[in-house]
């Protein structure tokens, strides 16, 4: 079965400190990972996807994230990160050949001023 | 662009009424459909997905059904609600062809079953 793990159910960074939130997944194959940001009352906004090719992956708002073969891991990392970034962050997969997303359970992300 | 519409955005509804959710995309066209929810403000659950008109897949039997009556529209139904069925529900689109295809959100509508 696959599963997405954030081991983090929350992390707390002062305003302008590096921010880093984890993802390992167990899905077999190469599965497409994903990376969504969700702000209180909203839906999900779409961060970043790793498909194939360079290991660290940028996306929208500054944030990227590095994908880790080995470790199954794909972390999401901001290197300055705003008070504005406070949020609840989730990882998900979907797996070759399949459409429908898997998500971790997320992560809240609290930044500080 | 593309876009998602979701509707209505709150409502509460008593025990035992139906229920009728309603999302539409624009700016695209053969769709792959998404009924999401989410309960207490974290896990997301995959309830149906749909890759064509008339094609509905259930991921969790519930009391819960959806349709895709148009290529763009899908709605999500019950005839008669339970305290259960509250939490926040999500509709989402990707397109249908290619690798990795990323999955948009609408903005989700709140249920209350009081």
């Known amino acids: 079965a696959q599963s997405v793990a954030q081991p983090e159910d929350q992390v707390n960074v002062a305003e302008g400190n590096p921010l880093t939130v984890k993802c390992t997944y167990s899905v077999s194959g190469n599965p497409y990972l994903f990376w969504y940001v969700q702000y209180p009352n909203r839906g999900l906004q779409f961060l970043l996807k790793y498909i194939t090719g360079d290991n660290l992956v940028k996306g929208s708002y500054g944030f990227e994230a590095e994908f880790n073969k080995s470790q199954t891991s794909f972390h999401l990392k901001k290197p300055s990160a705003l008070v504005s970034d406070s949020a609840l962050y989730f990882c998900?997969?979907?797996?070759?050949?399949?459409?429908?997303?898997?998500f971790g359970a997320g992560t809240t992300v609290t930044v500080r001023a | 662009s593309q876009t998602i519409h979701q509707w209505p955005a709150t409502l509460v509804q008593p025990v035992g009424s139906p229920l009728s959710l309603e999302c539409t995309v624009e700016g695209t066209s053969n769709p792959n459909l998404y009924w999401y929810r989410q309960a207490a403000g974290r896990g997301l659950q995959l309830l149906f997905y749909s890759v064509g008109i008339g094609q509905i897949s259930s991921e969790v039997p519930q009391n819960l059904s959806a349709s895709r009556p148009q290529d763009r529209q899908f709605i999500l139904s019950s005839k008669k609600l339970l305290l259960s069925d509250s939490g926040f529900y999500l509709c989402?689109?990707?397109?249908?062809?290619?690798?990795?295809?990323?999955?948009?959100f609408g903005e989700g509508s709140w249920l209350t079953v009081v």
């Open positions: 989402a689109w990707s397109t249908l062809r290619g690798a990795g295809n990323t999955i948009y």
């Open positions: 998900a997969v979907i797996p070759r050949g399949d459409y429908k997303l898997s």
